[in-house]
């Protein structure tokens, strides 16, 4: 919609008509990047829009991180409802939690936290720490909408592990296989160009360094280890990579 002068007359207009009328609610989403509020005038228009509204409104936060999982959990898989499928469930958490508690040297203190468990249950089957990099490090560029990019790039990864058969217990990072060009596509989709081919050499593809590497161990390469641990970590460190920041 163009943006003009009478947009806050309108938008005054509007909202005092809403507040007087019966059972009507009005409901205005607020760009949160500054690429959609479409330069100096959209932001000027924008803080008009605000003064207006702001008059009358009752600001509602958006989702927090833990809110937005079950969005995405939600919208990507049907709820557990089967007793087996309960007890399941439960298995792969608990397998997890003693995991984090037999192994505390090799995992982050959180892990071994009783909230960490009940973390486990509630973005089951996705890990929380797939869901963690994408809204804390991948929802910082600039392009990234939060729950739609992280609900757009799940649905590929989740499609391509479907149609791979695959049988993992949770889907963690390293389970984000970057050699589907939809996958790659879809996480390429928010960085520069030049991205594209060191994915290519460097992370995962059939020309990949981490394959070849596979491939020379097989005891390794049957779990496809190296490709897992360069898929993590470019999921933990390609986006602030990409944005210039650093992260220890």
């Known amino acids: 919609m163009a943006v003009s002068t009478r947009t806050s007359p309108f938008a005054q207009t509007l909202s005092e008509s809403a507040k007087n009328a019966d059972r ?22 924008l803080d008009r829009l605000k003064n207006a509204i702001g008059r009358v409104e009752s600001p509602w936060r958006p989702a927090s991180a833990e809110e937005s999982f079950e969005i995405v959990r939600r919208r990507l898989f049907q709820p557990i409802t089967e007793q087996s499928a309960f007890i399941a469930r439960d298995a792969v958490i608990r397998a997890f939690a003693e995991l984090y508690q037999t192994q505390a040297q090799e995992f982050p203190t959180e892990c071994r936290e ?67 060009p939809q996958v790659q596509s879809e996480i390429t989709h928010y960085l520069e160009d030049h991205w594209v081919p060191v994915i290519e050499k460097d992370v995962d593809g059939s020309n990949s360094l981490p394959l070849a590497i596979d491939r020379l161990n097989p005891n390794l390469g049957r779990y496809s280890a190296c490709r897992r641990v360069t898929r993590t970590i470019y999921l933990g460190l390609g986006s602030h990579s990409a944005s210039g920041q650093s992260r220890p």
């Open 24 to 45: 009507t609610l009005l409901v205005v989403s607020i760009p949160a990047s500054d690429i959609e509020i479409g330069g100096d005038r959209g932001k000027s228009a």
């Open 114 to 180: 009783a909230d960490y468990r009940r973390r486990l249950e509630e973005a089951y089957p996705i890990h929380p720490e797939l869901f963690d990099r994408l809204y804390s490090d991948w929802s910082s560029l600039d392009k990234f909408q939060r729950t739609r990019g992280v609900l757009r790039l799940m649905a590929k990864v989740i499609h391509s592990l479907w149609e791979r058969d695959d049988r993992s217990l949770l889907i963690m990072p390293a389970n984000v296989a970057m050699d589907d």
